[in-house]
């Protein structure tokens, strides 16, 4: 006997779904009215609740003994994993048409196999769509529950939690619960269902209601105290965070209470930050010389309570080529001018060969203030941390406005940062400039400090790329005429 003469002519079905998550039931049904041959128009999927079709032949449950039986040589009924991966999900949307969809598609894969490749088919991309919002509504899920803790009869703690979910998700999302709080005994109460967990067995409950979840306890005074500590001004966006956390879940967070008045701090904490931002515009130094004191006066990061001095730049106060270091040394230190140790030196012995002239070049240091660390009576080099040299950068940034450079060679990485404001490789980026927002131009190179820790072939290697890359700084101020 065919599948066609296992089927009543015309017979419309309905199939009863014992849940309205239990995909595996929808999934045996879909398949044997799939080797029956039965069109998508010709079933009704009813869950629990729900109406079905007036002319649709109607069946027990879970017997359904009315739907036909697959004859016994019937083709098995083909589903790529993507299908399966989309439908298990879409299969617990709260759309009542979400299960004829399914078989709709199943259906179309048995004649065209490939077609969940189809982006732009509207079956698709409507099972696409159900998935992706049942994921944001188990993830929601995950991020806003929020379990509060109530005593037994024999005095043993029980966690409940309140949730309500937009979606069939109660059941499925249960096990991740289980995991993360496997030690706990605790329940999780929804409009859809509950679930409890005794620390061994998982059982399932019937609907609840928003009374039957207790209200605040003494811990959450702690989170939210907490939760305004780190809540950070500078990077409210409230539209993606509510977009993230809707309205809907914030009686059910007990930070959700505080987020009103902590977006109207963050507010005010804002027209402040943009108020000091505009008195620091307005006070950039006028000079150098200005510089040079604000400099000496600074103690914005520790470096400058290391009993060092500082050390401001020094050259003209028009240079067309600005020198950027990394940081005094211990030589720059005790005599107060940049580059005046061995590595300064080297430099300048460099600058010579490359025809560049030291005296009209301005030179600098990304760090105004020699960190070192002692050994024995010696002061050793420590190189500054990124935090340190994005704070002193201002001052950088000051002598660049005040010099108008139109090339500026950073020596190091450290150096590159100071100007940049992000770490760079200098092994990639030296050889070619960056054009800075100012107009000028940024060449790299490593200092000359690295040079003297090497020895032979390393330190030769190192020294014709430092030469070149002097050279290829000649090469571009006598192109733009500086």
């Known amino acids: 006997m065919t599948a066609m003469q296992n ?17 595996a039931f929808w999934r045996e049904r879909a398949r044997g009215l799939i080797q029956c041959d039965v069109p998508p128009d010709r079933v009704s999927w009813i869950e629990p609740g729900g109406t079905g079709d007036l002319f649709a032949s109607d069946g027990p449950s879970r ?23 989309l439908a298990r999900s879409a299969g617990l949307h709260s759309d009542p048409a979400r299960f004829g969809l399914l078989y709709r598609v199943l259906w179309r894969l048995q004649r065209s196999p490939r077609m969940m490749e189809d982006k732009a088919d509207p079956d698709v991309r409507r099972i696409e769509e159900l998935a992706k919002s049942v994921r944001r509504d188990a993830h929601k899920m995950h991020a806003f529950v929020r379990f509060r803790e109530v005593s037994e009869d024999n005095g043993t703690p029980h966690f409940v939690a309140w949730f309500e979910p937009d979606h069939h998700i109660v059941r499925a999302e249960a096990a991740f619960f289980m995991r993360r709080f496997a030690n706990m005994r605790w329940s999780i109460l929804t ?12 059982r399932e409950g019937p609907p609840a209601r928003r009374e039957d979840a207790p209200g605040d306890d003494p811990v959450e005074d702690l989170w939210r105290s907490y939760y305004a500590s780190i809540f950070n001004p500078a990077r409210l966006k409230v539209g993606a965070m509510l977009s993230e956390m809707p309205r809907k879940y914030w009686k059910n967070l007990p930070e959700a209470q505080i987020i009103p008045q902590l977006i109207a701090g963050a507010q005010a904490r804002e027209a402040v930050m943009v108020a000091a931002g505009e008195r620091e515009e307005r ?3 006028a000079s150098l010389a200005v510089v040079a004191q604000g400099v000496a006066a600074c103690r914005d990061c520790p470096i400058a309570d290391c009993g060092t001095r500082a ?29 005046v140790g061995p590595a300064g030196q080297l430099l300048d012995r460099y600058l010579t060969s490359a025809g560049i002239d030291r005296s009209a070049a ?3 240091n990304a760090v105004k203030h020699f960190k070192f660390t002692w050994k024995g009576k010696h002061r050793l080099h420590q190189s500054p941390q990124a935090k340190e040299i994005d704070t002193c950068r201002w001052w950088l940034d000051a002598e660049r406005a005040l010099v108008r450079p139109r090339i500026v060679l950073a020596l190091g990485a450290s150096a590159a940062r100071g100007v940049l404001g992000r770490t760079v490789s200098v092994s990639k980026a030296r050889g070619a400039p960056i054009m800075l927002d100012d107009g000028a131009e940024l060449w790299m190179t490593v200092h000359p400090s ?20 002097l050279a290829a700084v000649q090469g571009r101020m006598a192109d733009i005429g500086a």
């Open 7 to 23: 089927v009543s002519l015309g017979a419309h079905y309905a199939v009863h779904l014992p849940a309205p998550d239990d995909f």
């Open 191 to 202: 409009p859809r269902g509950s679930m409890h967990w005794d620390g061994e067995v998982m």
């Open 450 to 469: 690295y040079l003297l820790r090497l020895d032979g072939a390393a330190r030769e290697t190192q020294a014709t790329l430092f030469a070149s890359d």
């Open 283 to 285: 006070a950039r130094p």
């Open 311 to 339: 050390v401001a730049g020094e050259g003209p106060g028009q240079a067309h080529l600005m020198i950027v270091g990394e940081q005094p040394g211990d030589q720059e230190d005790i005599a107060g001018r940049p580059f």
């Open 63 to 85: 017997g359904d003994k009315r739907l036909p039986s697959p004859p016994a040589d019937a083709p098995a009924v083909r589903a790529s994993q993507r299908f399966l991966t």
């Open 362 to 364: 301005y030179l600098t």
